[in-house]
């Protein structure tokens, strides 16, 4: 009895084990955020240079959509870049962007350049709007559903992994 | 290219790591001394390779070589070069090549300077510490190379986050990994020790000032971690409760407690089991930090980019190093028996007992940082556990073991009488009474903890001093006797007082600063002024300016109190364009008797200024403490003591 005492430490250290492994599983980019399934904020944004339309929360309503935030200076947007042209060549869903703190002219070359995955874009040259949708980083992407409300919050890039077991079920679910 | 070369070397310790991991097994059965020496050259080897590694690396962020990820995502070239070299370890992949650097380097001072100790000891120890090394520089490479390169290559590197742009954070890192990693050879020699069947006298003067080096660095890591939170993070506190704050501070505690526990198996020869788990679990605590950083299985300042494999890859690691040594204690543990007995009242049951506190305060902490993360697996809350938890769960445990500490140092080793003790510190709990009543008369506070914060920390103080005048015999003998008593005092015994004047220096700082804070805030334009008792803030210019590699905006300000004008601090708004990002420099001005600490949130659309004025008595004496406990812990680890006769007749058997 007494030697079995000495095994005690290894069997919480297997229940700390599993406990770890549990909250392994926990996807921690899904932060909490206060607006998720409210309504997206206000917001009507000017286009970035060289473009006709800008971008407000008008433009939201109708059809389930992503936003997008991004920046000319976001070295992550350019891995999840492919992913979005991909969505937009395929018409999947639209795609709005927030070009979020850039230098005037900068996200329109950068466009230029990568390529357009976007239908509409606004300019939050001082990350007004950015602030409202309590962004943390660039790229930060949300869902919007046909009332537009905010679903989903995505943080960080959108990898082909990210978009076929994250985004697009949750955009599949909100189309129902 | 640079970069494929440190790619390469970095294999080669992974290679050299695995030799080392099981060379000393075949050593051990062949019972062959050249397969010892090439453990040895081989541990020393590893860490070359490693060095020139983390060199090369050094190198791509200095030149700011934009085909490497890391470097792209983590520096620019606006940068100051004290940055650029800080940038390596300013992120996962860099300070994970730390980490392994740090460990090999352990090792290869384990095979140089490790020749005094039993060849058996050490040759396992070694082969614990290869293992350990190739776990970690298998994740590395496999789930985190630094040199991964980036096509194409940005023109530009996106910075590195600008809180890390502060000299008391460049530094930070390294002393915590120091710590943090310096423990795996307590470890490694603690299971050594198992396998070899021999945990005694000898095993805890060997192990003893490995531990105490790990327990400076972590000292040394975790003030200065603290102090650049107070300068840098401008909330004008110390210490968070974060989740990785704690995870430094576990395995602090657990260090704490194994070196006194070592005592006790150096003079008594027994608690050993106890130690042997102290020395396993405090490194294992320090996996858990590394694991609760670097999985993402938590959010935080200090947290890095998030990655499931890495997650898993580490809890596997985690899973067979803790798990393995556990086992192992379960199965060899029961075999090791004491020699000494002793009383309940005597230096072993006070250092048992202080040890228990220490560590049911441990578990407190683990408990809160934990405790949410277990809430979200059950039942898909998030909750946060915040300091209010901490300081109702942990003090109150510490309490009892910092009274203790001021008595126990005076107990005789296995037999002592209470009585006698008391008797003998009767001076010093008498002072410390009389300071405390002192204090209350002149400053009330409005709570009677706060006057036994100040009682306690005038008893360690008055307890560890007692015990030094008993020890140099001041009362009664010539002054030139004294003096060369206290020159030869024992390297361990200073080493100890010094330590314990630290930790009542720290308590008097921590009640200082918790109860006799003042603070206010307000909005202020130019010329406007705050009142904070007798206090008065002003605030004498605002301006924009801009520096190499940020913006800013200056508050100049004096501070009177009454009539006089005891200071002028400059507080500091940053934005870095780079990363988008603000820091906020405070204005602080110290005196020995506190800190006044001005600091301020962003200008309001009418131009005014949002600011926040504390007075924070005692503030300085925390650093202070912590310089004496490190300063203790390295006079107790280099003057320790001589290795007696009968350590000299084991070695030669």
């Not at chain 1, 870049?81 to 005037?104: A, R």
């Not at chain 1, 950068?110 to 939050?124: A, C, H, Q, S, V």
């Not at chain 2, 090394?133 to 490479?141: E, N, W, Y």
């Amino acid at each position: 009895m007494k030697r079995l005492g000495f095994y005690l430490p290894i069997a919480i250290f297997a229940g700390v084990v599993i406990y770890l492994a549990v909250g392994l599983t926990l996807d921690p980019h899904k932060l909490p955020s206060t607006l998720i399934d409210k309504p997206a904020p206000e917001f009507d944004l000017p286009p970035i240079e060289g473009f006709e339309q800008g971008l407000s929360s008008q433009d939201l309503k109708g059809e389930v959509s992503l936003i997008n935030i991004w920046g000319s200076w976001c070295v992550s947007c350019i891995i999840e870049h492919p992913v979005l042209m991909e969505i937009k060549k395929n018409n999947i869903v639209p795609i709005y962007g927030i070009d979020w703190k850039d230098p005037p002219g900068e996200g329109a070359v950068w466009l230029k350049k990568e390529g357009n995955p976007y239908t509409l874009i606004g300019d939050d040259a001082a990350g007004r709007v950015a602030i409202d949708f309590g962004v943390t980083g660039a790229p930060e992407t949300f869902i919007i559903d046909k009332e537009g409300r905010i679903r989903y919050k995505y943080i960080g890039p959108i990898t082909p992994e990210v978009w076929n077991e994250i985004i697009f079920p949750v955009v599949e679910e909100l189309r129902k | 290219m640079i970069a494929e070369i440190g790619h390469f070397a970095l294999i080669l310790g992974l290679v050299l790591a695995l030799v080392q991991a099981l060379v000393p097994w075949w050593g051990l059965r062949a019972n062959n001394p050249l397969l010892v020496r090439l453990t040895e050259r081989v541990a020393i080897a590893q860490f070359g390779f490693i060095f020139f590694s983390f060199l090369a690396l050094t190198y791509l962020f200095v030149v700011s070589d934009f085909s490497v990820a890391v470097v792209v995502q983590n520096s620019h070239t606006t940068k100051p070069l004290m940055y650029k070299i800080a940038g390596v370890w300013g992120n996962h992949e860099g300070s994970m090549l730390l980490w392994v650097l740090i460990l090999a380097l352990f090792g290869a001072f384990l095979a140089r300077r490790g020749s005094k100790m039993r060849a058996g000891l050490r040759i396992r120890a070694l082969g614990i510490q290869g293992m350990i090394g190739f776990a970690f520089i298998l994740f590395l490479v496999f789930t985190s190379n630094p040199f991964a390169r980036i096509f194409p290559a940005p023109l530009d590197g996106l910075g590195l986050n600008p809180l890390l742009q502060d000299p008391g954070l460049v530094f930070h890192p390294p002393f915590l990994y120091l710590g943090y990693v310096g423990l795996s050879t307590a470890f490694s020699l603690a299971a050594a020790g198992l396998l070899e069947g021999k945990i005694d006298r000898i095993w805890a003067r060997h192990i003893r000032p490995w531990v105490l080096s790990a327990w400076c660095f972590l000292t040394f890591g975790i003030g200065l971690g603290s102090w650049w939170a107070y300068h840098e993070l401008g909330w004008g506190g110390w210490w968070f409760w974060d989740p990785v704050e704690n995870a430094s501070f576990m395995p602090w505690l657990f260090a704490t407690a194994l070196f006194h526990s070592l005592r006790v198996v150096e003079k008594r020869e027994a608690l050993k089991s106890w130690t042997v788990l102290l020395a396993i679990l405090a490194f294992s605590f320090s996996l858990i930090g590394t694991f609760l950083v670097r999985s993402g299985i938590l959010t935080s300042v200090h947290a890095f980019a998030v990655d499931p494999t890495r997650g898993v890859f580490l809890l596997v690691l985690l899973t067979l190093a803790i798990g393995g040594a556990l086992a192992l204690f379960g199965y060899r543990a029961p075999k090791l028996k004491p020699l000494g007995s002793f009383s309940p009242v005597s230096r072993e049951s006070g250092i048992m007992i202080n040890n228990l506190f220490i560590i049911s305060a441990c578990l407190t902490v683990f408990l809160g940082t934990f405790y949410p993360l277990f809430v979200d697996a059950l039942t898909g809350n998030k909750i946060s556990v915040g300091a209010p938890y901490f300081n109702i769960t942990f003090l109150p445990i510490m309490i009892p073991a910092l009274v203790l500490l001021g008595a126990v140092v005076r107990l005789p080793w296995k037999k002592g009488s209470l009585k006698q003790v008391l008797y003998e510190l009767r001076f010093a709990l008498i002072s410390a009474l009389v300071i405390g009543a002192l204090v209350a008369w002149f400053f009330w506070a409005d709570s009677v903890v706060a006057i036994g914060g100040v009682v306690l920390g005038a008893w360690i103080a008055g307890g560890t001093l007692t015990d030094l005048a008993k020890r140099i015999r001041l009362k009664g003998s010539p002054i030139k006797d004294v003096l060369s008593r206290a020159v030869r005092l024992p390297g361990a015994f200073l080493g100890m007082a010094i330590a314990h004047l630290g930790v009542a220096v720290i308590v008097l700082a921590i009640t200082g600063v918790s109860f006799w804070r003042v603070e206010t805030i307000g909005m202020m334009d130019i010329g406007d002024q705050l009142h904070a008792g007798n206090l008065t803030l002003k605030l004498d210019k605002a301006f924009l300016g801009s520096e190499e590699n940020y913006d800013l905006l200056q508050g100049d300000f004096t501070i009177w109190d009454g009539t006089e004008v005891v200071a002028a601090v400059v507080v500091q708004k940053r934005f870095y364009p780079v990363r988008g990002t603000e820091t906020t420099e405070a204005g602080i001005h110290s005196t020995f008797w506190g800190d006044y600490y001005v600091t301020m949130g962003p200008q309001a659309e009418d131009g005014k200024l949002a600011v926040h004025f504390f007075r924070n008595p005692l503030m300085p004496w925390m650093w202070f403490g912590a310089i004496l406990l490190v300063i203790g812990g390295m006079v107790a680890m280099i003057g320790g003591h001589k290795p007696s006769s009968k350590a000299k007749e084991s070695k030669a058997s």
